[in-house]
T-cell receptor
Framework: AQRVTQPEKLLSVFKGAPVELKCNYS??????LFWYVQYSRQRLQLLLR??SRESIKGFTADLNKGETSFHLKKPFAQEEDSAMYYC?????????FGKGTKLSVKP | GAGVSQSPSNKVTEKGKDVELRCDPI?????LYWYRQSLGQGLEFLIY????????KSGLPSDRFSAERTGGSVSTLTIQRTQQEDSAVYLC???????????????FGPGTRLTVT
């Protein structure tokens, strides 16, 4: 079965510190990978996708096929980054989500 | 334009009752998804509709759960004989199938918080 693993339920960092949210996926061909974010009292929304190789709000994520990872990184965390982050991979028409990591950025 | 809408926003029901949750996708989006979000379990895929194809029901946890999509637009998720473990936030999402696989970007609704007492 296709799986997405986010090993950390909660990640707490201080403002200005680097942050890395881990995501590993079960190997299956060429996966489509995404990061979704849910800020407090807001809807779940797409943050970035690996095929675009883009940087959104200072976040980047590199697909590492050897390690089957797609970790989300930001060099300097901001308080407004505090949110729930979900890693997801494309399934057979749907998305398979990890259990999420709650990021807390302290002042 | 209008995003995905869901109703009701909150639903409290007694164990054993049936509930219906509604989702209005973005106009023109051919794909519609239902997920369940619960504490500690993340986002659990339930069911997926794509155009006129038969829905992918592989994520439905039991035969008490069913969903319909009428006219390729509005969808209703029905839970029969609700149990306390059904308490969760039910999220609906839609996506367009233009430009690539439909799951490239899903637009989520605000969710329906279901509480079974």
């Amino acid at each position: 079965a296709q799986r997405v693993t986010q090993p950390e339920k909660l990640l707490s960092v201080f403002k200005g510190a680097p942050v890395e949210l881990k995501c590993n996926y079960s190997y299956s061909g060429s996966p489509e990978l995404f990061w979704y974010v849910q800020y407090s009292r807001q809807r779940l929304q797409l943050l970035l996708r690996h095929i675009s190789r883009e940087s959104i709000k200072g976040f980047t994520a590199d697909l590492n096929k050897g390690e089957t990872s797609f970790h989300l990184k930001k060099p300097f965390a901001q308080e407004e980054d505090s949110a729930m982050y979900y890693c997801a991979r494309g399934g057979q028409g749907n998305l398979i989500f990890g259990k999420g990591t709650k990021l807390s950025v302290k002042p | 334009g209008a995003g995905v809408s869901q109703s009701p926003s909150n639903k409290v029901t007694e164990k054993g009752k049936d509930v219906e949750l509604r989702c209005d996708p973005i106009s023109g989006h051919t794909a519609l998804y239902w997920y369940r979000q619960s504490l500690g379990q993340g986002l659990e895929f339930l069911i997926y509709f794509q155009g006129n194809s038969a829905p992918d029901k592989s994520g439905l946890p039991s035969d008490r759960f069913s969903a319909e999509r009428t006219g390729g637009s509005v969808s209703t998720l029905t839970i029969q004989r609700t149990q306390q473990e059904d308490s969760a936030v039910y999220l609906c999402a839609s996506s367009s199938d233009s430009g690539g696989p439909p799951y490239y970007e899903q637009y989520f609704g605000p969710g329906t918080r279901l509480t079974v007492t």
